[in-house]
């Protein structure tokens, strides 16, 4: 899997938009981009992931650049329950494998009041 | 939406005994499930990777006789810590492929157990 560059923090304002950044100029063409965050002492939670296009859910979208090598994760209206670590992982797609999933440091997301 | 679901949360154990942590998919089967470990303030660290009716895949540095992986199920993994001692003691998360997910891809985490040996 290509690796990925994350800023190791970052603060955000109650209420304002988060903008999560990642790096990952190493990725292949059939690599997606997956987002997940760890809140202390949880699971991982999914977020969301692409491959190539703009993707939105109820929790966050995705900014995936032309190029496909940078892409940022955008949670629109931040809340305190928010905080949390951030991780950017970019896989190969398809049930062929075992497809496993690596982390690396994350992003710790702090939202202030 | 797609659950895993850890158990036990929390455990205390003596430091020479067994313990079993089971990790289930409620809601999907799981061909392939994952074993991670967590200490204070790191990252998840991948242990073992294990699909149904197979033997687990370790990564290296993870010793299998002491962490035995079963995945007797579609929808159920188990980690055992053999003779555990208190540096095993760490956050243990399982994770499950949803092989019916969009891309057929996507992974769903567990709670996590908290193993403690004293």
């Known amino acids: 899997d290509a690796k990925t560059t994350q800023p190791t923090s970052m603060d955000c304002a109650e209420g304002r938009a988060a903008n999560l950044p990642c790096n990952h100029s190493?990725?292949?063409?059939?690599?997606?981009v997956y987002w997940y965050r760890q809140i202390h002492s949880q699971g991982p939670q999914y977020i969301i992931h692409?491959?190539?296009n703009n993707e939105t859910n109820e929790m966050a979208s995705l900014i995936i650049t032309e190029d496909r090598k940078s892409s940022t994760l955008i949670l629109p209206h931040a809340t305190l329950r928010d905080t949390a670590v951030y991780y950017c992982?970019?896989?190969?797609?398809?049930?062929?494998?075992?497809?496993?999933?690596?982390f690396g440091a994350g992003t710790r997301l702090t939202v202030k009041p | 939406g797609a659950v895993v679901s850890q158990h036990p949360s929390r455990v205390i154990c003596k430091s020479g005994t067994s313990v079993k942590i089971e990790c289930r998919s409620l809601?999907?089967?799981?061909?392939?499930m994952f074993w991670y470990r967590q200490f204070p303030k790191q990252s998840l660290m991948l242990m073992a990777t294990?699909?149904?009716?197979?033997?687990?895949?370790?990564e290296q540095g993870v010793e299998k006789d002491k962490f035995l992986i079963n995945h007797a199920s579609l929808t159920l993994s188990t980690l055992t810590v053999t003779s555990a001692h208190p540096e095993d003691s760490s956050f243990y998360i399982c994770?499950?492929?949803?092989?019916?997910?969009?891309?057929?891809?996507?992974?769903?985490f567990g709670e996590g157990s908290w193993l403690t040996v004293v």
């Open positions: 994770s499950a492929r949803h092989i019916l997910s969009g891309d057929g891809n996507t992974i769903y």
């Open positions: 190493t990725i292949s063409g059939n690599e997606y």
């Open positions: 692409g491959l190539k």
């Open positions: 992982i970019v896989r190969v797609a398809g049930t062929y494998n075992n497809n496993d999933m690596r």
């Open positions: 809601d999907f089967q799981a061909t392939t």
């Open positions: 294990s699909n149904e009716g197979s033997k687990a895949t370790y």
